[in-house]
């Protein structure tokens, strides 16, 4: 089955940038869609489409694909931002979708 | 406003069937795309299926023969069944709309 390969954790300081990636092999075909899930509460979709912003997300969160690899920056990181961050996309053939392993995110 | 309310017994045993409904409210049905996912607890986000804009059902392999998912139309509903569960199903189960429209989540315990 197909997979997307996340890194386990990414450690920032206030007002710096965050940046985290999503590899999986169909991305070059595949849009990549990012989540920020808090403790408690259910996924808030921050970036879709790759690149595209949905209302009420801050400007900071941007995202981007190259080739195998999306990345999801956080440019001007706040406190607010700490949570787990799931990429997620679909295989070639578009019958089977999955959500990467997912990044911790830590403000300090 | 579009909104999704999930139903569904939240306590079951050991191979009995998981049935949870999500009904949509304030939004149309057409060209419907709906999700369901899960987390166990600790765990990550693992996507269970979907019935896409044109019909078609598609599960993640490894629940396949196991999952079904389900639209009626004529409620704004759908449905997710999973037969045979074991202690390894628990977890908070989601319904979503497209992709930035999630329910408020079901949490699933199953006892031996």
């Known amino acids: 089955s197909y997979e997307l390969t996340q890194s386990p954790s990414v450690s920032v300081s206030p007002g710096q940038t965050a940046r985290i990636t999503c590899s999986g092999d169909?991305?070059?075909?595949?849009?990549v869609y990012w989540y920020q899930q808090k403790s408690g509460q259910a996924p808030l979709l921050v970036i879709y489409?790759?690149?595209e912003r949905p209302p009420g997300i801050p400007e900071r969160f941007s995202g981007s694909s190259s080739g195998t690899v999306a990345t999801l920056t956080i440019s001007g990181a706040q406190l607010d931002d700490e949570g787990d961050y799931y990429c997620?996309?679909?295989?070639?053939?578009?019958?089977?979708?999955?959500f990467g392993p997912g990044t911790k995110v830590t403000v300090l | 406003q579009v909104h999704l309310q999930q139903t569904g017994a939240g306590r079951l045993k050991s191979s009995e069937t998981l049935s949870l409904t999500c009904s949509i409210s304030?939004?149309?049905?057409?060209?419907?795309?709906g999700s369901w996912v899960r987390q166990a607890p600790g765990k990550g986000l693992e996507w269970i299926g979907e019935?896409?804009?044109?019909?078609?059902?598609n599960y993640t392999p490894s629940l396949k023969s196991r999952v079904t998912i389900s639209v009626d139309a004529s409620k704004s509903q759908f449905s997710l069944r999973v037969t045979s569960v074991t202690v390894a199903d628990t977890a908070m189960y989601y319904c979503?709309?497209?992709?930035?429209?999630w329910g408020q989540g079901t949490q699933v315990t199953v006892s031996p």
């Open positions: 979503a709309r497209g992709a930035g429209l």
């Open positions: 304030g939004g149309s049905f057409n060209n419907f795309h």
């Open positions: 019935i896409t804009h044109n019909g078609t059902i």
């Open positions: 169909a991305l070059p075909l595949k849009y």
């Open positions: 489409e790759d690149t």
């Open positions: 997620y996309s679909m295989d070639s053939s578009g019958n089977e979708s999955v």
